[in-house]
């Protein structure tokens, strides 16, 4: 069985107040991923609180973004529309309830992969691709590059190069 990670593909992220053109321009290579995808898609969702400008997080990035229950928060309303089930909600880069989840999926039916595509590449596709990574090491990981935008096209790069030295494949 393959897994399809969807990371954050959410509407602050997108043309929201994170927003960029790239990631705008990948929305619709990653719904024609999903819908051709023939296994099982998972999905992330940056959580944040009404107190995230008070967390470290928003210490260091003072915008205050994917705040439960607002529009930013939600997916957007295209891929929404093809993920089945809620997506994991996480309030860091990395899910460990996603790591948690593939382990218990490997367990009982056995992953022959696990492709990783959506937002941001250099902050949480590169944070959850790591951590699977440390969770199922022997499971071949493979982020869709033109499936992924950063926030800006270099960090989006550093991150795929970083990804591929941790022998994450990179197509």
């Excluded at 619709?28 to 969702?45: E, H, Y």
């Excluded at 400008?53 to 529309?81: F, K, M, Y």
């Excluded at 959850?128 to 935008?149: G, H």
Aim: charged fraction near 25%.
């Amino acid at each position: 069985m393959e897994v399809l990670v969807v990371v954050d593909m959410q509407n602050d992220f997108i043309d929201g107040s994170l927003g960029t053109k790239e990631a705008v321009s990948i929305v619709p290579k990653v719904a024609d991923k999903i819908k051709n995808f023939k296994g099982l898609v998972l999905a992330t969702r940056d959580t944040h609180e009404e107190n995230y400008l008070s967390t470290q997080e928003g210490t260091n990035l003072p915008v205050q973004h994917c705040i439960r229950d607002t529009r930013g928060w939600e997916l957007n309303d295209e891929i929404a529309s093809l993920i089945d089930g809620n997506p994991i909600d996480k309030p860091t880069f990395g899910s460990v309830e996603l790591g948690k989840r593939l382990v218990a999926l490997n367990e009982q039916m056995g992953i022959d992969k696990i492709i990783f595509v959506g937002l941001c590449t250099d902050i949480c596709v590169i944070s959850n691709a790591i951590l699977v990574k440390a969770f199922l090491p022997e499971v071949p990981i493979e982020v869709d590059a033109s499936c992924c935008a950063g926030v800006t096209p270099e960090s989006h790069e550093r991150a795929l190069r970083a990804m591929e030295s941790c022998q994450i494949t990179i197509v």
